[in-house]
């Protein structure tokens, strides 16, 4: 089993800056994906971003130049650093791992963060 904790959602203004964090526990395996999804109110879950165990990332073209994914591998934390937030990235900030070896793949999921951007 795998335990996801994250920290750091709020409420920001418009323009501000906010960065989440989500550390894992318990059975990693050496090949896995780390990521973050979001779901607002009435909306489909869509991956934000996301970070392989060797540092390939992949990210939505919503948050492309604004968003920023980076994973320590020694402490098991992922983290997203969000800048230039806009009020459509309103959501429930949901952290992900997936441990991979060969054909098996096994999903882990946070609990989520509330991110909120208004003024």
């Known amino acids: 089993q795998v335990q996801l904790v994250e920290s750091g959602g709020g409420l920001v203004q418009p323009g501000g800056s906010l960065r989440l964090s989500c550390a894992a526990s318990?059975?990693?395996?050496?090949?896995?994906?780390m990521g973050w999804y979001r779901q607002a109110p009435g909306k489909q879950r869509e991956l934000v971003a996301a970070?392989?165990?060797?540092?390939?990332?992949n990210y939505a073209n919503s948050v492309k130049g604004r968003f920023t994914i980076s994973r320590d591998n020694a402490k098991n934390t992922v983290y997203l650093q969000m800048n230039s937030l806009k009020p459509e990235d309103t959501a429930v900030y949901y952290c992900?791992?997936?441990?991979?070896?060969?054909?098996?793949?096994?999903?882990?999921w946070g609990q989520g963060s509330q991110v909120t951007v208004s003024s």
């Open positions: 992900k791992l997936t441990n991979r070896a060969g054909v098996y793949s096994a999903d882990y």
């Open positions: 318990g059975s990693i395996f050496r090949i896995n994906t």
């Open positions: 970070v392989t165990s060797d540092g390939t990332t």
